[in-house]
């Protein structure tokens, strides 16, 4: 696609007809970058502007902000929002399409069809989001009501958010972008992240399917200094996932937090290096009540995330349920095999758990056997 792109250098103004909120947008930097290093004589002389562009002077439609006194934050932040434009027009259809779906109803919807979601799926991966995509796909092979509108509250939400997106903190920008599917490559979450040192014992490691031929591998790790990291991996196809960091070991090293209004998700900044030591010990909630308002806390910071870990003591059921001190009953997300051995393991008794909740059941990764013992479950 061309667009029509204007400079005046005194003083700085810049014009360009992309459909950027943000100005100068990213096309006009990048013309004023080139000028500033290749000078005038790369741009022969006119006798006479384009009519598009004597318009625009007429009219005064400039941004009168220069690249040379922008920060290098500030080039940052372009680069962010110049990328999350491309999420106008799908959101815009995605939109369309909820507000339909409110009219008809959700049991009407569900109703109509094996695969209710198919065709916004294909249109939210037409529209470069594949994230979007991926979550209407999965909804059609496991299209429970209470996931349903999870998934709808959280699609609307990323749109109204979108829609003030100039007004977010960029941390929740980047997070609404991973919930889009727009990806941040590692160098750039190596630039633009928080690094952390610290002895990191990885706890539990899962793996899954996100989708036809692509597997995603979750590696929880947890620093001396209370904090918790998340290494993500991906295989495609038939290609099986690199080496990971077993379960149970300890290393020292630097990781860098991918920028996120509440940081998970890690890069080393650096091979890591092997360290013995003991399972360490970790906080755990107290109760099932206490999980829940920390999981709140957190929705507030992040609203669309996934996972969050979490150590509990629990007495494992042989119904796939399992009771906290207060007798409150929690749902486990595990095989039937597995769980069979907690409840060999526990005896009736409260069992130190490692794992993940979702905010509708809890996935056990790891498990402490005699306060000590540091074991890993296959769910």
């Known amino acids: ?204 490691r899962f793996e899954a399917p996100l989708e036809e031929r692509l597997w995603q591998r979750r590696l929880w790790l947890y620093g001396a200094s209370g904090r918790y990291a998340l290494l993500l991996d991906f295989a495609f196809g038939d290609s099986a996932f690199e080496p990971g960091l077993p379960p149970g070991t300890h290393w020292q090293g630097t990781l860098v937090f991918y920028p996120s209004n509440f940081p998970q998700r890690v890069v080393p900044s650096e091979e890591l290096r092997a360290r013995p030591g003991p399972a360490p010990a970790i906080a755990g909630y107290d109760c099932l009540d206490e999980l829940a308002v920390a999981y709140a806390e957190a929705l507030g910071r992040q609203p669309w995330l996934h996972w969050f870990p979490a150590v509990l003591d629990l007495i494992p059921m042989p119904d796939l349920q399992a009771l906290d001190r207060e007798h409150k009953a929690v749902s486990l997300c595990l095989s039937e095999q597995e769980n069979w051995k907690l409840v060999a393991v526990a005896g009736g008794q409260p069992l130190r758990l490692f794992g993940e909740w979702d905010g509708h059941a809890f996935r056990p990764l790891a498990f402490w056997e005699n306060s000590q013992i540091y074991r890993t479950l296959q769910p």
Not at 5 to 17: A, G, K, V
Not at 92 to 119: I, M, Q, V, Y
Not at 160 to 170: C, H
Not at 187 to 195: F, K, P, T
Request: hydrophobic share 45%; aromatic share 8%; glycine share 4%.
């Open 1 to 204: 696609m061309a667009y029509h792109i204007l400079i005046q250098s005194d003083p700085p103004q810049f014009h360009c007809s992309c459909s950027a909120r943000r100005r100068p947008c990213l096309h006009a930097l990048a013309l004023a970058d080139w000028y500033n290093r290749a000078g005038a004589a790369a741009f022969p002389p006119f006798d006479q502007l384009p009519e598009w562009a004597a318009a625009q002077v007429k009219a005064g439609r400039f941004a009168a902000v220069h690249p040379e006194n922008s920060s290098s934050a500030d080039r940052r932040a372009q680069r962010l929002f110049e990328r999350l434009e491309r999420a106008a027009d799908g959101l815009a259809d995605l939109e369309n399409w909820l507000e339909d779906l409110a009219r008809r109803g959700l049991a009407t919807t569900l109703g109509e069809s094996t695969t209710p979601f198919a065709h916004i799926a294909t249109r939210m991966a037409d529209a470069s989001l594949p994230g979007l995509a991926r979550l209407f796909r999965n909804l059609d092979t496991d299209a429970a009501p209470d996931q349903v509108a999870d998934v709808l509250g959280a699609c609307y939400l990323a749109i109204r958010s979108f829609q003030k997106r100039e007004s977010l903190p960029p941390a929740l920008v980047f997070d609404l972008q991973s919930f889009l599917g727009i990806s941040l490559k590692k160098e750039e979450a190596l630039q633009n992240g928080v690094r952390v040192t610290d002895t990191w014992t990885v706890l539990g």
